[in-house]
């Protein structure tokens, strides 16, 4: 709406302020080419869009980083600038939206928050989480919903997603990318889908 370039950065565990500064270039590790083997970061690539117009960057997960990066990312919020050894970019006319989101796997830093607009996300009910994935009150990932806490829309997704790709309903490999399947305290996913299928089966039964 607002022809705005999106920036995205998934943050992970004990990532740190390099990361945030520089990102790896594949076709010149490829072509074993040191000279162009790095490239601009998250940060950079950012202040650099909004010379020519607004950037909406989102910095997933922050509180897997490490904790110095609060500190480091306060100059970017408040001055539109990074510093980088001798070298300090500054931001362009247009402005960066910079929204961050955590799962309190650790405390933000204090200062970080009071520069923010902070909003609190409850997490879905599992008949909403269901519906946001288009998926059946009886799908199975509703008991996987049950069972792990920790299985996020965003991971749920994005295993539907290998599903397709997969050309199955079900695979216990895929899904073990997004979660700990000792969790859900089953023999397999298989098992998961049978419960789910009785549970449909008296749910009809009890209409009829």
Do not use: W
Not at 54 to 78: G, H, Q, T
Not at 168 to 173: G, P, R, V
Request: net charge negative; hydrophobic share 35%; with cysteine.
């Amino acid at each position: 709406m607002i022809d705005a370039d999106e920036k995205f950065v998934q943050c992970f565990p004990r990532m740190g302020t390099e990361n945030f500064q520089y990102d790896v270039n594949i076709e010149g590790v490829m072509k074993q080419d040191a000279d162009s083997s790095i490239k601009a970061g998250i940060l950079l690539q950012a202040l650099q869009q909004s010379q020519r117009g607004p950037v909406v960057l989102v910095i997933d997960e922050l509180d897997k980083a490490r904790p110095e990066v609060d500190s480091f990312l306060l100059d970017f919020l408040e001055n539109g600038r990074l510093t980088t050894g001798t070298d300090t970019y500054e931001k362009g006319e247009f402005p960066i939206y910079t929204f961050i989101t955590s799962n309190d796997k650790r405390e933000i830093d204090e200062a970080l928050i009071n520069r923010s607009k902070r909003v609190e996300v409850p997490i879905p009910s599992k008949e909403l989480f269901l519906e946001i994935l288009d998926l059946p009150k009886d799908h199975y990932l509703g008991y996987i919903y049950d069972k792990c806490p920790n299985f996020s829309i965003r991971q749920a997704r994005q295993y539907v997603e290998d599903l397709d790709v997969l050309g199955t309903e079900i695979d216990e490999e895929a899904l073990s990318q997004y979660i700990n399947l000792d969790e859900l305290d089953v023999m397999s996913l298989a098992d998961i889908q049978h419960i789910s299928e009785l549970k449909r089966r008296r749910t009809f039964l009890l209409t009829l």
